[in-house]
């Protein structure tokens, strides 16, 4: 039902479209022919020659004689039946005058390699390669804190925060005691060494240990990577746990950004292409980026596969969580010549692609109603799959125009055949529906009401239930006759009356929802 509502409205946005179409077609056919010489020429002349009148808003309405419009009760218009003439009723015959007032020009089909510029939205990404979680390899506390806020710039190696740890302490004084078995039992020392090592001491803080002879009480956190810290975790005097995070550092000298290319798209988007993209917060600089990485998968919610690309972030403009707008210039995805015609050539009827042929063996402007198939959107033009050849010439402007002389001439063209189509969608719905109903099941039950307004209430509610068809309630009888797609909906159907005021023999309603009912429907409700 609702694709029919779309088709309905797409149906009356043609209709609009082409009602000057229709009138401008209407001005040009009566003045088709030597019309320099003929101005002087009467409108009681021209409607005593003609023998068809029309309404130029509704061209399907043809008479004998002069009237209105019983659609829209305009005066009705004399049709010159010679203007359009030509053979087969997909052709329409235009005048040379006719075709300058209307502006029609055209154009010859050809190949090309289309190209195609698409302009993706975008967002500023920390590279998930280049970021470290620096987490706590012992227990202890938090005796100095290096890094004192987010966003803070460190060096590798640098000092994040100082930790006292006893189970490090112990540690060392399992060491000293390996030391003394080192020639005799070399695998214990080498064991209290990388137990160590293990803790994040380095080989050059456990040598320094080893010749002080002297536990450390406290041990340094030393930071992995150059870059900024994007989160910390701890405050100085906290107790952490083995395992902790302590940090979040991400380099930021290299950045993704991630554009949202929606499913059109996506074939005319290569890995290796290069992209250019802007940010609000530089003007007029445009950075340069490529193509590493295109989602396999489509987001199910925002309907887009997120294309990444990577860029070198001189001087850090660009920041995480920034909004970018890509600019990806491609070729076509099949990297060959395509027969292309630009996209003011097409009409739509809503199913179908349209475009008027000229018929190059007549001597006058002779125009052939023409379906085709048309492949990939590429710009200013659409690839054609089937439906023209090379060399073919076709209207590029003016074709809402011809379309209307067509129809007007009682042609084919793209309105009849967005009307062929909503009859026929409307056919199918009949058809869905008679079938639904010929399918229904049948059921019925008491329902307490009194007036009309009762009756239209209660089949309201009735018909709200997903799956019923038809409900017709008796105010006499106080019975609800319900047809339905299955049987099981009569419990569904009693709740909805229920709760719009109404008892059923099922479901008594609501005091609340029953006192709502204006004084004229409340019944008299049993015990």
Partial sequence: MLNFIKNKKSLAINAGLIIAGIFIGWLFFRGGGNHSSHRTVTTRQDTTAATVWTCAMHPQIRQDKPGKCPICAMDL?????????????????????????ADVQTST???????????????????????AVIT???????????????????????KLATIYSPELVTAQKELFEAISMKQTNPDYYNAARNKLKLWSLSSS???????????????????????????????LGDYIEEGAKLFEIADLSQVWVLFDAYEQDIPWIKTGQEVNFEVQSVPGKIFTGTVTFIDPIIDQEARVAYVRTETFNTGGRLKPGMFARGIFKTKFPAGENA??????????????????????????????????????DAGNFYVVNNGLTEGEEIVTNGVFKVDAAAQLAGKRSMM??????????????????????QDAKHFSFKVLGNCEMCEARIEKAAKSVNGVLEADWNKETKIIHISAVDESL????????????????FTRTPEEAYNKLPVCCRFERGK
């Fill in 339 to 376: 027969l292309i015609i630009p996209k003011s050539s097409v009409l739509w009827t809503g199913k179908k692609a349209v475009v008027y042929v000229k018929d190059k063996t007549k001597n006058k402007p002779v125009f052939e109603y023409r379906e085709i198939i048309l492949g990939e």
């Fill in 416 to 437: 009849n055949v967005v009307e062929d189509e909503a009859k026929e969608k409307a056919e199918e719905m009949h058809r869905h529906e008679n079938t639904a109903k």
């Fill in 490 to 505: 009569k419990e569904k159907v009693s709740s909805a009356i229920a709760i719009a005021g109404h008892d059923t023999e």
């Fill in 77 to 101: 218009v004399p049709l010159n039946t010679s203007a359009g003439s030509a053979d087969g009723p997909g052709k329409i015959e235009i005048s040379e005058s006719a075709m300058k007032i």
């Fill in 136 to 158: 706590a390899r012992f227990g202890g506390r938090v005796e100095k804190l290096f890094v004192n806020y987010t966003g803070q710039q460190v060096q590798q190696g640098e």
């Fill in 109 to 131: 089909v050809q190949r090309a390699v289309p190209g195609k510029e698409i302009r993706l939205p975008g967002k500023v990404m920390t590279d998930e390669r280049k970021i």
């Fill in 205 to 235: 803080q456990i040598d320094e240990i080893e010749k002080k002879g002297d536990p450390q009480f406290y041990f340094d956190v030393l930071s992995t990577l150059n870059g900024t810290v994007m989160k910390r975790e701890i405050a």
